[in-house]
């Protein structure tokens, strides 16, 4: 079971890793519902994967779709890592349950409001966050903080950015500058959670449609990344460290750091400054970075809820 079971509004881009973050999140945290955003493939691609999922779950929340593109920027994708879908590798089911609105920002500001003291988990790039804020700055107020799976010290998408920011690193900068606390899970953790051959076995062997799907998924997901990498033995399977920061903390390691965004420049748009100076005269901390985490451990909990979801 869980550490603790924070209530949290999970906003997505799914996405192979984003499915495992709602999985993790089904299980784990008073899910309160789930926001979708252009990202690892198209809005319309992101929120049927998410209704996907919400089926094979059997979950009762609310799915609501975002923005479309980002805030300044042109809108990009990750068909190159997620196939053109964002869950290319598992014959999907047809969702059946509809989508419940199109304002997924509204809905972040109404839910905090009703939940005082709810989180906000964000897997996807920030713009449905960015936008909440602008519509409604008082959020900060009522939220206990944001756990984003994000930034780092190195990039994927370009050397110095991860993709989530990359996509959009002006609403990035709203939410990091926001004063709102802040968990980030980086690249520099994400990278030690590997979906390796053996452990995407686990899940094959947990039988059941759920299992299937994901393991298929998985297989799919580790040998791009093995293609594509020199030094991964699976995918890294990013996005649900951003929510067992908060439901299984004791997982990570951490340190308090500054951590800026970069929005612009053709070598540094998206890029997370994270201060790792000891110089008395620093900035402040405005985030809690994982800096490494107990991936075998880690597993386990995700290996426990997608048994516990099968039915």
């Not at 010290?153 to 991860?162: D, K």
């Given at each position: 079971?869980?550490?603790?079971?924070?209530?949290?509004?999970?906003?997505?881009?799914?996405?192979?890793?984003?499915?495992?973050?709602?999985?993790?999140?089904?299980?784990?945290?008073?899910?309160?519902?789930?926001?979708?955003?252009?990202?690892?493939?198209?809005?319309?691609?992101?929120t049927?994967?998410?209704?996907?999922?919400?089926?094979?779950?059997?979950?009762?929340?609310?799915?609501?779709?975002?923005?479309?593109?980002?805030?300044?920027?042109?809108?990009?994708?990750?068909?190159?890592?997620?196939?053109e879908?964002?869950?290319?590798?598992?014959?999907?089911?047809?969702?059946?349950?509809?989508?419940?609105?199109?304002?997924?920002?509204?809905?972040?500001?109404?839910?905090?409001?009703a939940?005082?003291?709810?989180?906000?988990?964000?897997?996807?790039?920030?713009?449905?966050?960015?936008?909440?804020?602008?519509?409604?700055?008082?959020?900060?107020?009522?939220?206990?903080?944001?756990?984003?799976?994000?930034?780092?010290?190195?990039?994927?998408?370009?050397?110095?950015?991860?993709f989530?920011?990359?996509?959009?690193?002006?609403?990035?900068?709203?939410?990091v500058?926001?004063?709102?606390?802040?968990?980030?899970?980086?690249?520099?953790?994400?990278?030690?959670?590997?979906?390796?051959?053996?452990?995407?076995?686990?899940?094959?062997?947990?039988?059941?449609?759920?299992?299937?799907?994901?393991?298929?998924?998985?297989?799919f997901?580790?040998?791009?990344?093995?293609?594509?990498?020199?030094?991964?033995?699976?995918?890294?399977?990013?996005?649900?460290?951003?929510?067992?920061?908060?439901?299984?903390?004791?997982?990570?390691?951490?340190?308090e750091?500054?951590?800026?965004v970069?929005?612009?420049?053709?070598l540094?748009r998206?890029?997370?400054v994270?201060?790792?100076?000891?110089?008395?005269?620093?900035?402040?901390?405005?985030?809690?970075?994982?800096?490494?985490?107990?991936?075998?451990?880690?597993?386990?909990?995700?290996?426990?809820?997608?048994?516990?979801?099968?039915?």
């Amino acid at each position: 079971m869980s550490e603790s079971t924070p209530a949290i509004i999970l906003d997505c881009d799914p996405g192979h890793d984003d499915v495992v973050a709602i999985v993790a999140a089904a299980r784990h945290t008073d899910l309160l519902g789930i926001t979708t955003v252009a990202g690892n493939a198209p809005l319309d691609r992101t929120t049927y994967n998410a209704r996907v999922m919400r089926d094979l779950l059997g979950l009762e929340v609310e799915v609501h779709s975002g923005a479309a593109g980002p805030l300044v920027v042109a809108p990009a994708f990750a068909g190159y890592v997620h196939g053109e879908s964002g869950l290319d590798g598992a014959e999907l089911p047809e969702p059946t349950t509809p989508l419940d609105g199109t304002d997924a920002a509204r809905f972040i500001v109404d839910t905090i409001h009703a939940r005082p003291g709810c989180h906000l988990v964000v897997t996807g790039p920030m713009t449905n966050i960015a936008l909440a804020l602008v519509q409604d700055p008082s959020i900060r107020d009522d939220l206990a903080g944001i756990s984003f799976m994000g930034g780092g010290t190195f990039g994927n998408r370009t050397p110095t950015a991860e993709f989530n920011i990359w996509a959009d690193p002006h609403a990035a900068r709203v939410v990091v500058d926001s004063g709102i606390p802040l968990i980030m899970a980086g690249l520099d953790v994400t990278h030690q959670f590997q979906a390796t051959s053996d452990r995407i076995d686990r899940v094959r062997a947990i039988g059941g449609p759920l299992a299937t799907v994901l393991s298929d998924l998985f297989t799919f997901f580790s040998a791009n990344y093995r293609e594509r990498h020199d030094d991964l033995e699976g995918a890294a399977v990013h996005d649900p460290l951003a929510v067992l920061a908060l439901t299984h903390p004791s997982l990570f390691s951490v340190a308090e750091r500054f951590v800026a965004v970069v929005d612009s420049g053709e070598l540094t748009r998206g890029m997370t400054v994270v201060d790792r100076r000891t110089l008395v005269d620093r900035p402040a901390p405005n985030c809690r970075v994982l800096e490494t985490v107990d991936a075998p451990a880690a597993w386990d909990v995700i290996v426990e809820a997608i048994a516990a979801a099968r039915g």
